[in-house]
Structures are given as structure tokens and as C-alpha cells.
């Protein structure tokens, strides 16, 4: 897995989320902070705010699921990791999970290419600014297909991992050495 991890587009697809992130973070908060400049310091309206900031929103929103998706720190309802001790019952389950988590997806990339094929047929846009629907959307349709790939690498992560489900040292698991 250190192989996939290791490969140049792959490194290079991480480094467009995180950019991504930062990027649309910047750009939320900047339009934020100008629509309180301009409506209580200027007297004056931002026209548009909630439009460009819906479409910013849903890519920061999207990327930080993808994101989350990679690393595994999405929150979870996970209780049968508390209910199986041994490190092959977790794995087990963590293998379950994630098989099931990906024919889940399966049906939400499916949905949101037809939820995107809809949108471009009749050339959607906003009320206001005339913004196409397909910006705001297109997040959906690329955060489901990445989440799927991610979720293909997790299972063969703990597929191939010889030690997932045991106990780590201390300093494996962030704490001082």
C-alpha cells in the first residue's frame, strides 16, 4: 500500500485536496468577512453573497469529505469495534464496513451523475447571478467518485495490513517517544 501511497499521481491528487481546502476556506471566509464590511461598516448590499458563497461552500464542504475519507477520521457510528476484541474480528468487521461502504457509494456516484447529466441537460442556474447549477454540484459528483476510490484503497489497506486490530506501541500512535 506504501507503493499506491508513495505514487506521484497519488501524491499529487492529495496535494490538489488540500489545496482545494485551503483555498475555498480562504475564499468562505473572505466573502463572509465582505458581506459584514459591506452591510454594517458600508451600508451598502453584497448582491449575490449567499450565490457564490453556496458555490465555494459546496467544494470546501466535498474536498473536506474526500479528505476525510483518505485518512479515515470521518466521523463514524462504530460500536462493534468496542463489541470484538480480537485483532481478525476487527479486521473482519472493518472489511464488512468498508465493502459495504463502497456498494453505498456505488449508489450515491451513480445518483449524482444523474443528478449532474440533469442539471447540465437543462443548463441550471441561480436566480441572481446567473451562476451555472453544475459549479455547486460538481463537487458532489467528484467528492462521491474519490470517496469510492479511497474507500477501494481502505479495504485492501486492511485487507493486506498482517497487524491491523493490534495494539500499538504508544509512540506508534502519536504520543511522545
Known amino acids: 500500500m506504501d507503493k499506491i501511497q ?3 499521481i497519488f501524491r499529487a ?3 490538489v485536496e488540500s489545496a482545494v481546502m485551503i483555498i475555498t476556506s480562504i475564499l468562505a471566509a473572505g466573502i463572509v468577512f465582505v458581506g ?8 451598502m448590499n453584497f448582491f449575490g453573497q449567499e450565490e457564490v458563497l453556496c458555490v465555494v461552500a459546496m467544494w470546501l464542504y466535498w474536498f473536506g469529505g474526500i479528505y476525510g475519507s483518505y485518512e479515515g477520521s470521518h466521523i463514524k457510528g462504530d460500536m462493534l469495534s468496542s463489541v470484538f476484541k480480537s485483532p481478525r474480528s ?3 468487521v472493518e472489511l464488512v464496513i468498508q465493502a459495504v461502504s463502497f456498494v453505498v457509494i456505488l449508489v450515491f456516484c ?3 451523475f444523474e443528478y449532474m447529466a440533469f442539471n447540465l441537460r437543462f443548463n441550471a442556474v441561480t436566480t441572481g447571478l446567473k451562476i451555472p447549477m453544475s459549479l455547486s454540484q460538481m463537487p ?3 467528492g462521491f467518485l474519490l470517496m469510492e476510490l479511497y474507500t477501494v484503497f481502505n479495504f485492501f489497506r486492511v485487507l493486506l495490513d498482517k497487524d491491523f486490530g493490534k495494539a500499538k506501541e504508544p509512540a506508534e500512535e502519536g504520543g511522545s517517544e
Open 6 to 8: 508513495n505514487n506521484i
Open 90 to 92: 476487527k479486521k473482519i
Open 36 to 43: 459584514v464590511v459591506m452591510r454594517y461598516i458600508l451600508q
Open 140 to 142: 458532489l459528483l467528484i
Open 13 to 15: 491528487l492529495l496535494k
Open 110 to 112: 451513480i445518483w449524482g
